[in-house]
């Protein structure tokens, strides 16, 4: 899914491009910076995978964003929405160079501005419960807990637990 890129204060949340398939790879598949992901660090880069990567940008039904620093067009991070009967799902991922700077909360707001003028009337996040610093970014946006479940992380024998954070727009 294609859109115009999102502005904050000192970000642009901008499209996906092919050239940003391994940056994405590395973030996610980190065994500090992708922990609380729901699937299992993969430590070579597939082809095959690294080739799915690098269609994110023309998903159709997911919006994969690169939030970049406005003043030096530095990558930070990755983020994504799903918007389905007028609720907007969004993911986020700050690169740990740029963790404790506030661009999580600012990639979030800036997610949820998006879809506060699309007409959305609530977002959902999920955060694994021991992601502190995730947990105060949904609740620094007005989220609240309206569920909790447990599931297996892919690719292994680990077993987490996640909130749903609902955050009316």
């Known amino acids: 899914m294609k859109i115009q ?18 940056w994405a790879f590395h973030i996610w598949n980190d065994p500090e910076m992708g922990r609380f992901l729901p699937d299992e660090a993969m430590e070579e880069a597939d082809p095959d995978y690294i080739r799915e990567l690098e269609e994110l940008g023309d998903d159709p039904d997911c919006c994969y964003l690169i939030p970049v620093l406005k003043e030096s067009n530095q990558r930070i991070g990755t983020c994504s929405f799903i918007e389905e009967n007028g609720v907007f799902d969004l993911a986020y991922c700050v690169h740990k160079d740029f963790w404790n700077q506030g661009y999580a909360t600012e990639m979030a707001r800036g997610m949820l501005d998006y879809a506060r003028k ?52």
């Open 118 to 169: 699309q007409g959305a009337k609530k977002a959902t996040i999920d955060v694994s419960k021991d992601n502190i610093a995730s947990k105060r970014v949904a609740e620094k946006c007005g989220g609240h807990i309206v569920s909790e479940k447990e599931y297996r992380k892919r690719g292994s024998d680990q077993s987490m637990t996640e909130y749903r954070y609902e955050v009316a727009l």
């Open 5 to 22: 890129p999102i502005e904050t204060e000192r970000l642009l949340l901008r499209g996906f491009t092919k050239e940003d398939a391994l």
